[in-house]
């Protein structure tokens, strides 16, 4: 029985997708709920499944062609078995496109290496002569990136006890400057833009406090083994802190919880706060939902899930809808000082940075103190200055005296 694989149902924000990588192949068996193909949108990469136990009979959508919501983007054989009359010209083509790409050196070529693959490939510098291709017509799959990336350690022994064949080496001329064009990915296109359209359409200004980050770090320190006992393994970080005292600051200035639709401005009387999580496809902010109502060890666990399923690829797009703040944390990459830029329609964002020790004036001494430089970036149209100015300064004093959250004082 013949079955349409379709493109996912996308939200309304979505207009269309991209085939980002087969997974299986025409002829090639497949079990039911295996992954075959990876649809990348604007905010997240879908993955579509296999209905039943079947081949795949036919591809109408390949990798790279743009594709509508619920398009039929391929046909599936339910029942039929895999095909070896299909299979084997499949891999004398993969064989032979490895051959050829070894010879050529070529890396950026969009007829051997998928979307999705060359993503990978250009992150983790790469060579694509070295990666097996067990994609159509000898293309590189994400897979195929993924399982040399696996392998990857085994490499420098192997070469050390058999010596790599001539043929196989890429001579470059010393000096020379070498260049490569790559295509962004739809997510990255799609950051780029609004990121430009944050800065052009708001009026926004960043204004900066640090903050003494010892009493929290001695709360973490003295309760830290105790609370994953509790918890059932759920780690005591530093971020659940920053979003209760966030929650804290939105619920005394609303302005800053609020959000800019045309010439209204929107009060939220709910507090959803975006976490930024890097992915390998690039920043995503998936959403706390209702924090006010949160322990710390929800907002830990949450947080963990994310980063999970966010470096799995996995994050959905109903986790990323919404939110009426924004935290990023650019201080686990080191960074001391940097100014967020906002994610729209929100009117505000806070930053993070990197715990640094310094010397401190304390009541006429010096003292050696972790401190933390923090910065909030608004949109001016929407927050004045003097309420930006004391929302930070409200994250500080709940920061530096942590029982003042416990005690809603």
Known sequence: ??????????????????????????GEACSA???????????????????????????????????????????FEAGAAASPAAAEPAKEQADTSSAETVVSGETGDGDKVGPAARKLIEENNLDASQIPATGKGGGITKEDVLNYLKNKPAAPAQKAAAPAAPAAAVSVPAGERTEKRVPMTRLRATIAKRLVEAQQN??????????????????RKQYKELFEKTHNGTRLGFMSFFVKAATEALKRFPAVNASIDGNDMVYHGYQDIGVAVSTDR????????????????????????????????????????GGTFTITNGGVFGSLMSTPILNPPQTAILGMHKIQERPMAVNGEVKILPMMYLALSYDHRMIDGKEAVQFLVTIKDLLEDPARMLLDV
């Open 1 to 26: 029985m013949s079955i349409d694989i379709k493109a996912p149902t996308f939200p309304e924000s979505v207009a269309d997708g991209t085939v980002a990588t087969w997974h299986k192949q025409p």
């Open 202 to 219: 708001a009026a926004m200004l960043t204004t900066y406090n640090e903050v003494n980050m010892k009493p929290v770090m001695d709360l």
């Open 33 to 75: 709920d295996d992954l075959i193909v990876d649809i990348e949108t604007d905010k997240v990469v879908l993955e579509v499944v296999a209905p039943a136990d079947g081949v795949i009979k036919e591809i109408i959508k390949n990798e790279g062609d743009t594709v509508l919501s619920d398009e039929v983007i391929g046909i």
């Open 282 to 321: 690039g920043l995503m902010v998936p959403v706390l939902r209702d924090t006010d109502s949160m322990g710390l060890a929800d907002i830990e666990a949450a947080i963990a899930d994310f980063g999970k399923r966010g470096r799995e690829g996995k994050l959905g797009m109903e986790d990323m809808q």
